[in-house]
């Protein structure tokens, strides 16, 4: 990666306990990707493991019938593979679904029964930061998923700062990585002569120019394609009008 990019994842009642249990439930997460404070709660509170929801009857049969079609046909795509798999299955006769189905039953009771346990053994405090984690580890992955909506419909980057300029250039000099750069020099910008900074300073300046120029005329694009709402928004909710617009997406059809 280059330099400029570091910069830049069934009951009838309501009154069943297991019912109850199964609506108020909060994911176990995992701790990748958490703000290092939520990180330091989870190992403190020491949250138990969560149970696994036993596979169903299909994604046993996937599990098991995958190799084999990947074996016989190793040419194929992933996604033909498991294209593969699901016509396979529709041919199954029905007693060896069955089979599958009686499998994933016997275990959902066994699952049942330890998430309850497992519900009832957390305490407020291991709730409160499993809602946390969840929701910290949701915004993560809505902005991931809008940073790829712009760069779908190329939103000008914004330029480097002076700083990081410095730091681009040390990497092509020295042949190094950014964070060996980042480490070695983290101090070296702070005693560098003022003619130097201002070197990468008047780069910035220039840059800036440039990406205000672009941003003022992707916003305008951004208005007459109807996506006002993405215009100025803070990178952490997926406007509605490109959710839209992707759901929307034809299919690109394979060239023959």
Not at 63 to 82: G, M, Q, S
Not at 87 to 109: P, T, Y
Request: net charge positive; aromatic share 8%.
């Amino acid at each position: 990666m280059s330099c400029p990019g570091l910069f830049f994842k069934a009951f009838n009642t309501l009154n069943n306990p297991l019912f109850i249990n199964r609506v108020i439930n909060v994911n176990q997460v995992a701790v990748a990707g958490l703000k290092q404070n939520t990180k330091d709660l989870l190992d403190k509170l020491n949250i138990p493991e969560k149970p696994k929801r036993p596979l169903t009857a299909y994604l046993r049969y996937l599990a098991e019938h995958r190799p084999v079609v990947t074996r016989e046909n190793p040419d194929l795509k992933a996604k033909d593979i498991v294209r593969k798999c699901a016509e396979d299955w529709n041919k199954l006769h029905d007693s060896i679904k069955e089979k599958f189905a009686a499998e994933w039953k016997v275990e959902s009771e066994s699952y049942d029964t330890k998430l309850l346990k497992y519900n009832e053994s957390l305490t407020p405090d291991m709730r409160d930061a499993l809602k946390k984690a969840t929701k910290e580890q949701k915004s993560k992955k809505e902005r991931r998923k809008l940073k790829k909506l712009y760069r779908e419909h190329n939103k000008p980057k914004r330029p480097l700062t002076a700083y990081a300029l410095y730091l681009t250039d040390l990497c092509k000099q020295e042949g190094k990585h950014l964070r060996d750069i980042f480490a070695e020099k983290k101090q070296a910008w702070s005693t560098l002569p003022q003619q130097e900074k201002d070197k990468y300073q008047d780069m910035y300046i220039k840059e800036k120019v440039r990406f205000e120029k672009e941003l003022a005329a992707w916003e305008k694009k951004m208005r007459e394609d109807g996506h006002e709402d993405l215009v100025g928004k803070k990178e952490e909710v997926i406007p509605a009008s490109l959710m839209k617009m992707k759901k929307e997406k034809p299919i690109k059809s394979s060239k023959k």
